[in-house]
């Protein structure tokens, strides 16, 4: 777990626009994160991992390694994902790629991206990929450090969504709140 620390800080140093966060997430946001997620789930993916947290959550939660797919865009995080999580699907291409290799009625989307910190145009790119590889009445499970949902009323609108607030995780450096969104 220290070498995922160390791996974090470096990367932050490294291109801190990227990884846009002080410290990695904590056990606590990860597992509400994960919170619902298990075997039946069927397949999850997760967009931007970093060295992982939440991706243990995932697994810790009961999906299966086969069902799991990354998308990660940091080269070393990419490496150090394949070293840590074997049977786990990496992939080194960016969330708004993801309907170009993952084919659609995926369970779940978890998200560990600072959507907030993206141009509007990119969020929205995102969080339309995913709702391509979604199935009906799946969630895509999003957390912000903002006092509001991470996506604007207009760009929900625009993409049928709705949303709703999930638990606020103190034990997080900063706190964070957890959103699921759901196609209407």
Same mark, same amino acid.
């Not at 069927?42 to 995932?58: K, M, N, Q, Y």
């Given at each position: 777990?220290?070498?995922?620390l160390? #791996?974090f800080? %470096?990367?932050? #140093?490294?291109?801190?626009?990227?990884?846009?966060?002080?410290a990695?997430?904590? +056990?606590?946001? /990860? +597992?509400?994160?994960?919170? !619902? #997620?298990?075997?039946?789930?069927?397949r999850?993916?997760?967009?931007g991992?970093g060295? !992982?947290?939440?991706?243990?959550? =995932? #697994? /810790?939660?009961?999906?299966?390694?086969?069902?799991?797919?990354?998308?990660?865009?940091?080269?070393?995080?990419?490496? &150090?994902?394949h070293q840590?999580?074997?049977?786990?699907? @990496? &992939? &080194? =291409?960016g969330?708004? &790629?993801?309907?170009?290799?993952?084919?659609?009625g995926? !369970?779940?989307?978890?998200?560990?991206?600072?959507?907030?910190?993206?141009? /509007?145009?990119?969020?929205?790119?995102i969080v339309?990929?995913a709702?391509? $590889?979604?199935?009906?009445?799946?969630?895509? $499970?999003?957390?912000?450090?903002?006092?509001?949902?991470?996506?604007?009323?207009?760009?929900?609108?625009k993409?049928?969504l709705r949303?709703?607030?999930?638990?606020?995780i103190?034990?997080?450096?900063?706190?964070?709140? @957890?959103? %699921?969104?759901? %196609? $209407?």
């Amino acid at each position: 777990m220290s070498s995922d620390l160390a #791996l974090f800080r %470096r990367r932050l #140093l490294q291109n801190p626009k990227q990884v846009s966060a002080l410290a990695p997430s904590s +056990r606590f946001l /990860a +597992r509400a994160m994960a919170e !619902g #997620l298990g075997p039946k789930t069927g397949r999850v993916v997760e967009f931007g991992p970093g060295t !992982g947290r939440l991706t243990r959550a =995932i #697994l /810790a939660a009961g999906v299966p390694a086969r069902m799991l797919e990354l998308f990660e865009l940091d080269s070393d995080f990419v490496r &150090h994902l394949h070293q840590q999580f074997p049977g786990v699907a @990496v &992939h &080194h =291409i960016g969330a708004d &790629h993801a309907g170009e290799v993952v084919a659609p009625g995926v !369970g779940a989307v978890v998200s560990g991206l600072p959507l907030l910190s993206m141009p /509007a145009e990119v969020r929205e790119a995102i969080v339309g990929a995913a709702f391509r $590889i979604l199935a009906p009445g799946a969630p895509y $499970i999003q957390f912000t450090y903002g006092p509001k949902p991470p996506l604007p009323p207009e760009t929900m609108e625009k993409l049928g969504l709705r949303v709703e607030a999930g638990p606020k995780i103190w034990l997080n450096l900063p706190p964070a709140r @957890v959103y %699921r969104f759901y %196609r $209407i």
